[in-house]
T-cell receptor
């Protein structure tokens, strides 16, 4: 299995809702990442998990809450989002060796109404 | 801090022709890796080609090759025999010593039949 799987593919939520994005990989990668990508922009790093511990939080608002229950799963819990949070959320994983780069999922398209 | 710049927001190429996408970067590190990723409308980031900074030889992957000029901090991508399926956003990316991946601003490539 050489894939990163993200669910759901599309999500529409109200500003008072609570929802979660899920990411899963079975490549044995020990680092996992969340990126946010606005339209026609590059992905921006949000969170880095290394060996299931949060190692980087790029000044992301607390309405985004990451969780890494085990080495294969990464969640992003969403609460009280704003319309400007609408974006494509990409999950990625890496083995930790830089030459391999990252493997990306196909993303969750989030719309906040 | 590392920055990655792509000066061509959009490029077009005739099918079967060759096109070169430009990328420059800025870093104080001596050991790093560079990548080109492709993002088609399906949204998934696909690794196209990678280059290790300590290797002088330019990387090649089938129709894709790079021109890596370390002193000039330049990393361009050449696509030969362009195909319709090459149409996508192309992102140049840099991975730092902490194994964090940062993207350039992207170039949208259109392939004209």
């Amino acid at each position: 299995d050489t894939e990163v799987t993200q669910t759901p593919k599309h999500l529409v939520m109200g500003m008072t809702n609570k929802k979660s994005l899920k990411c899963e990989q079975h490549m044995g990668h020990r680092a996992m990442y969340w990126y946010k990508q606005k339209a026609k922009k590059p992905p921006e790093l949000m969170f880095v998990y290394s060996y299931e511990k949060l190692s980087i939080n790029e000044s992301v608002p607390s309405r985004f809450s990451p969780e890494c229950p085990n080495s294969s799963l990464l969640n992003l819990h969403l609460h009280a989002l704003q319309p400007e949070d609408s974006a494509l959320y990409l999950c990625a994983s890496s083995s930790g060796g830089r030459i391999g780069g990252y493997t990306f999922g196909s993303g969750t398209r989030l719309t906040v109404v | 801090a590392q920055t990655v710049t792509q000066s061509q927001p959009e490029m077009s190429v005739q099918e079967a022709e060759t096109v070169t996408l430009s990328c420059t970067y800025d870093t104080s590190e001596s050991d790093y890796y560079l990548f080109w990723y492709k993002q088609p409308p399906s949204r998934q980031m696909i690794l196209v080609i990678r280059q290790e900074a300590y290797k002088q030889q330019n990387a090649t992957e089938n129709r894709f090759s790079v021109n890596f000029q370390k002193a000039a901090k330049s990393f361009s991508l050449k696509i030969s025999d362009s195909q319709l399926g090459d149409a996508a956003m192309y992102f140049c990316a840099y991975i730092n010593g902490a194994n964090n991946l940062f993207f350039g601003t992207g170039t949208r490539l259109t392939v004209i039949p």
